[in-house]
């Protein structure tokens, strides 16, 4: 899998950047990534994602689990959460917004 996480300014400006490849169950790993960016006191827009090596764009119950961890770190930080994109072949779904 690959785990992506940006960072915006208000003025949709990308301000912070992180990435990392990781096994099928690394999707946790979002949550350091975002941790990461949140780091960067620029970032009032959160946007996160990664692919479904498997071909299949349905959220799972661990993405799931982890875009509810990863929105709770946004309101704690006064952050807005975008959403969450996955990547499936050539389908992409947009979940998890805040």
């Given at each position: 899998?690959r785990?992506?996480?940006?960072?915006?300014?208000?003025?949709?400006?990308?301000?912070?950047f992180?990435?990392?490849?990781?096994?099928?169950?690394?999707?946790?790993?979002?949550?350091?990534?975002?941790?990461?960016?949140?780091?960067d006191?620029?970032?009032?827009?959160?946007?996160?994602?990664?692919?479904?090596?498997?071909?299949?764009?349905?959220?799972?119950?661990?993405?799931?689990?982890?875009?509810?961890?990863?929105?709770?770190?946004?309101?704690?930080?006064?952050?807005?959460?975008?959403?969450?994109?996955?990547?499936?072949?050539?389908?992409?779904?947009?979940?998890?917004?805040?």
């Amino acid at each position: 899998e690959r785990l992506v996480v940006a960072g915006f300014d208000t003025r949709s400006r990308l301000r912070a950047f992180a990435e990392a490849t990781g096994g099928p169950t690394s999707v946790g790993g979002l949550l350091r990534l975002a941790r990461h960016t949140l780091a960067d006191g620029d970032v009032s827009i959160l946007v996160v994602g990664h692919n479904h090596p498997s071909g299949i764009a349905v959220p799972s119950i661990a993405d799931r689990d982890a875009t509810r961890r990863i929105a709770a770190l946004c309101r704690l930080a006064g952050v807005r959460m975008a959403g969450h994109l996955l990547f499936a072949d050539t389908q992409c779904v947009l979940f998890g917004r805040s």
